[in-house]
């Protein structure tokens, strides 16, 4: 390995970087944010405390000089923050940058937004949709947005042509797990890649419990029985959703098992908060500021801290969750994003 590349004490690169940049969000998704929580009560970041895009840059680039290529926008919903589209295009600037993607609700997402993200050089959209019958999805996000709503950002994203549109489905039992097969219905043949999602236990506010897990074998023997699906090939160590094609041709969809099959051994991946703190697991419970070496200007101060916290990193929360108290405080996945 490179000297340059950072390693953690498992040997695992980072390779993949996820960025907030913001904390707000225009749905209340009862797994996410749910309304009991992230009411009007709610204390939301000031503007003020946000990363500026140049301070994202630089992590960006610190970390890029590490190994990353991939890096992810998240919120929130990150179609919030306003000029988005100058932070896209410094980022694609970036040497060793070659996968820049977005994961949205697409409830915001127009022909002419769509259009604008993908000139400034976003190439990848994840789109979260986690029912096709409105009542379930009115339920899932709770502010009463429409399923088309969605499809129409959607469509406007494949006219956009990026490189791919992945939709993201939130399996939780008992909410929405009847909508499995009208989503592999919908998007199959498509040209769409649908990837179904076990219910996690992240943040605190979700009222996790392992009863409400649809395990991706649930998920994949019940797709298969309707529209058989056989195992498809990984694209690469580490990628996140097992892959599964259609036995007929139509595409392929993904099954991401935090819970039931953990992908630790794998994991490159940070999260750098909108406040400018990286998490080095999406289940941790506090972050490494990074504000110090930020404020310094000095690209590689940033490069030293972020190598730093990277090589001491241990976590393999998935792996240990049975040994582990899960109701110890965790991160808020709408504050580093998914």
Known sequence: MSPNVASDRFDRPLKDL????TDRCNFRCVYCMPKEVFNKNYTFLPKAELLSFEEIERVVRAGADLGVTKIRLTGGEPLIRRDLEVLISQIRA????????????????????????????????????????????????????TVQTVLDGIDHAAQANFESVKINMVVKKGLNDHSILPMARFFHGTGHIL?????????????????HVTTSQEIADLINANLPIRPAKANYRGEVAK?????????????????SDPFCGDCSRARLSATGSIYTCLFASSGYDMR???RSGDVNA?????????????????????QVSIIRPKVEMSFIGG
């Open 243 to 259: 892959r599964w094609e259609y036995c007929d041709g139509g595409g392929e969809i993904g099954i991401i098992s935090s819970v």
């Open 94 to 145: 970036v040497p060793g940058i070659t996968d820049l993607s977005m994961t949205t609700n697409a409830s915001l997402l127009t022909r002419n937004r769509a259009r604008s993200l993908r000139d400034a050089g976003l190439q990848r959209l994840n789109v979260s949709l986690d029912a096709m019958d409105d009542d379930t999805f009115k339920a899932v996000n709770d502010v009463d947005v």
């Open 18 to 21: 996820r960025v907030s940049v």
């Open 302 to 322: 940033v490069r030293e801290a972020l190598n730093r916290l990277w090589s001491i990193r241990g976590d393999r929360y998935s792996e240990t969750r049975t």
């Open 195 to 211: 990837r179904f999602i076990e219910f996690m236990d992240v943040g605190n506010s979700n009222a996790w419990d392992l009863s």
């Open 292 to 294: 110090p070496a930020l």
